[in-house]
């Protein structure tokens, strides 16, 4: 594993009387893509917003190149370099396209160059460019939610299931934009229930149960070994 931009440990959430995580280890390499897997409830989102500062850990560190973030608010953690597609994608309905990726860019004006490319990407934030974000089908929203942490170049992509409910055209483009993003050295930690997707874009895999980290290693290696799948998660995922 090359040197870890991100590294969680010993991380402890509790949400209301709820302890949700466990005491989570986890490093995420620098420059490649990180898929965090597991069953439904292991605590996935709970991880990634531990990590963006919306909920607070009791215990342990989380380390953005050696300047531990834990318990800095959102706010501070996103000027650190840090964006969250969440899975609820968090967009302003009542705002235009535009105003929600101007809001996006937290460092000053949007970059026209950088624009561009997320217009080449996804063709339809230039086509309701000056519409309300809240008339966008599923699909063109989830491009938005992606499209606003893509606009200004990050340390550290957190996504949260950018494929859920989307038809698969809309998921293909998305793995575009994903895939782009990787070429151009992005860090990614992102939790995808889509095995199919997790496998083309993966690096590494992290695999969580019942808050805590079980395995780690190579996508490829999870990829190609039902018997690991079925151990890890319950069910084989080679042919999804």
């Known amino acids: 594993m090359s040197d870890p931009l991100l590294s969680l440990r010993g991380v402890k959430t509790d949400i209301a009387q709820y302890h949700i995580l466990h005491g989570v280890d986890l490093d995420v390499p620098r420059g490649q893509v990180t898929m965090l897997l597991g069953r439904n409830g292991a ?44 899975e609820d994608m968090g967009i302003f309905a009542n705002l235009t396209v535009e105003e929600n990726m101007t809001l ?29 974000a809240g008339n966008l089908s599923g699909g063109q929203k989830q ?7 893509m606009i200004e170049e990050r340390r550290l992509y957190l996504i949260d299931e950018p494929s859920k409910g989307l038809a698969p055209a ?23 229930q889509n095995f199919k997707l ?24 999870l990829a190609t070994d039902a018997g690991l799948q ?5 069910l084989s995922m080679e042919h999804a």
């Open 43 to 86: 605590g996935k989102t709970t991880t990634l917003r531990t990590i963006m500062g919306l909920w607070q850990p009791h215990t342990g560190d989380i380390l953005l190149d050696g300047d531990n973030i834990a318990r800095q608010p959102p706010a501070i953690i996103a000027r650190k370099g840090v964006a969250l597609v969440p």
């Open 170 to 192: 809309i998921v293909s483009t998305l793995a575009r934009a994903l895939r782009d993003l990787k070429q151009a050295g992005a860090t990614i930690l992102m939790v995808e």
């Open 104 to 132: 996006a860019a937290v460092s000053g004006p949007i970059d026209k160059t950088r624009l561009e490319w997320i217009f080449a990407v996804f063709p339809p934030l230039r086509t309701f460019w000056k519409n309300p």
């Open 198 to 221: 997790a496998k083309a874009l993966g690096d590494h895999a992290a695999v969580m149960d019942d808050g805590r980290i079980i395995w780690t290693g190579a996508m490829a290696e």
């Open 143 to 149: 491009m938005l939610s992606t499209a606003r942490a």
């Open 230 to 234: 079925e151990r890890l998660m319950g």
